[in-house]
Protein backbone atom coordinates (compact mmCIF):
# COMPACT_ATOMS: atom_id res chain seq x y z
CA UNK A 1 0.00 0.00 0.00
CA UNK A 2 0.98 3.81 -0.25
CA UNK A 3 3.16 5.14 2.42
CA UNK A 4 5.12 7.96 3.17
CA UNK A 5 7.43 8.46 6.28
CA UNK A 6 9.21 11.65 6.80
CA UNK A 7 11.54 12.25 9.01
CA UNK A 8 14.15 15.84 9.52
CA UNK A 9 11.65 17.68 11.88
CA UNK A 10 12.93 19.25 15.13
CA UNK A 11 12.96 22.00 17.28
CA UNK A 12 15.31 25.20 16.18
CA UNK A 13 15.53 28.53 16.71
CA UNK A 14 14.54 31.38 14.12
CA UNK A 15 17.08 32.03 11.40
CA UNK A 16 17.89 28.34 11.49
CA UNK A 17 17.26 25.37 9.21
CA UNK A 18 16.26 22.30 8.77
CA UNK A 19 16.29 19.16 5.82
CA UNK A 20 13.44 17.15 5.78
CA UNK A 21 13.24 13.77 4.02
CA UNK A 22 10.01 11.68 3.02
CA UNK A 23 10.63 8.03 1.72
CA UNK A 24 7.37 6.95 -0.40
CA UNK A 25 6.53 3.32 -1.44
CA UNK A 26 3.39 1.52 -2.63
CA UNK A 27 3.32 3.15 -6.25
CA UNK A 28 5.58 4.32 -9.25
CA UNK A 29 7.24 7.31 -7.49
CA UNK A 30 8.52 8.98 -10.48
CA UNK A 31 5.24 9.19 -12.25
CA UNK A 32 4.44 11.58 -9.81
CA UNK A 33 4.46 14.94 -8.98
CA UNK A 34 5.23 15.21 -5.15
CA UNK A 35 4.53 18.02 -2.89
CA UNK A 36 5.36 19.21 1.09
CA UNK A 37 1.89 20.15 2.76
CA UNK A 38 2.17 21.39 6.82
CA UNK A 39 -0.46 21.94 9.03
CA UNK A 40 0.41 24.38 11.72
CA UNK A 41 -1.49 23.99 14.85
CA UNK A 42 -5.25 24.96 15.03
CA UNK A 43 -5.10 25.76 11.61
CA UNK A 44 -6.26 23.57 8.27
CA UNK A 45 -3.38 21.66 6.01
CA UNK A 46 -2.06 24.16 3.60
CA UNK A 47 0.59 23.16 0.19
CA UNK A 48 4.56 24.36 1.18
CA UNK A 49 6.00 23.52 -2.38
CA UNK A 50 5.24 21.07 -5.29
CA UNK A 51 7.79 19.33 -7.90
CA UNK A 52 7.20 17.82 -10.95
CA UNK A 53 8.15 14.17 -11.68
CA UNK A 54 11.44 15.08 -13.21
CA UNK A 55 12.40 18.18 -11.05
CA UNK A 56 10.97 21.24 -12.63
CA UNK A 57 9.29 23.12 -9.78
CA UNK A 58 5.46 23.89 -9.97
CA UNK A 59 5.30 26.17 -7.01
CA UNK A 60 6.05 27.52 -3.48
CA UNK A 61 3.74 28.71 -1.16
CA UNK A 62 4.28 32.55 -0.84
CA UNK A 63 5.13 32.64 2.86
CA UNK A 64 8.23 30.16 1.89
CA UNK A 65 9.44 31.42 -1.53
CA UNK A 66 13.33 32.02 -1.57
CA UNK A 67 13.63 30.37 2.09
CA UNK A 68 12.38 26.79 1.12
CA UNK A 69 13.48 24.29 -1.99
CA UNK A 70 11.57 21.20 -2.50
CA UNK A 71 13.68 18.61 -4.63
CA UNK A 72 13.31 14.49 -5.18
CA UNK A 73 15.57 11.56 -6.26
CA UNK A 74 13.59 9.20 -7.82
CA UNK A 75 16.24 6.71 -7.43
CA UNK A 76 15.36 6.73 -4.06
CA UNK A 77 11.57 7.22 -4.32
CA UNK A 78 12.40 10.25 -1.53
CA UNK A 79 11.28 14.14 -1.58
CA UNK A 80 13.23 17.14 0.34
CA UNK A 81 12.85 20.36 1.80
CA UNK A 82 15.24 22.79 2.67
CA UNK A 83 14.24 24.72 5.06
CA UNK A 84 16.42 28.01 5.68
CA UNK A 85 15.63 30.84 7.50
CA UNK A 86 12.93 29.47 9.51
CA UNK A 87 10.55 31.72 11.17
CA UNK A 88 7.81 31.10 14.13
CA UNK A 89 5.30 30.90 11.81
CA UNK A 90 6.77 27.71 10.28
CA UNK A 91 6.18 25.67 13.30
CA UNK A 92 3.66 22.98 12.07
CA UNK A 93 3.91 19.21 11.26
CA UNK A 94 4.67 18.43 7.85
CA UNK A 95 3.68 15.94 5.38
CA UNK A 96 4.76 14.57 1.96
CA UNK A 97 2.07 13.32 -0.65
CA UNK A 98 1.28 13.08 -4.33
CA UNK A 99 0.77 16.55 -5.80
CA UNK A 100 -3.00 16.77 -5.72
CA UNK A 101 -3.97 13.10 -4.18
CA UNK A 102 -4.72 13.75 -0.64
CA UNK A 103 -4.90 10.20 0.63
CA UNK A 104 -2.65 7.96 2.35
CA UNK A 105 -0.77 10.34 5.06
CA UNK A 106 1.65 9.26 6.84
CA UNK A 107 2.49 10.54 10.48
CA UNK A 108 4.14 14.00 9.15
CA UNK A 109 7.39 15.15 11.08
CA UNK A 110 7.26 18.36 13.55
CA UNK A 111 9.07 21.38 13.22
CA UNK A 112 9.29 23.73 15.83
CA UNK A 113 11.06 27.05 15.62
CA UNK A 114 11.03 28.91 18.93
CA UNK A 115 13.68 30.69 20.54
Known amino acids: QVQFVESGGGLVQPGGSLRLSCAAS????????MAWYRQPPGKERELVAA????????KYGDSVKGRFTISRDNAKSTVYLQMNNLKHEDTAVYYCNRYGLLRDWGLGTQVTVSS
Open 51 to 58: IKSFGSII
Open 26 to 33: GFTFSNFA
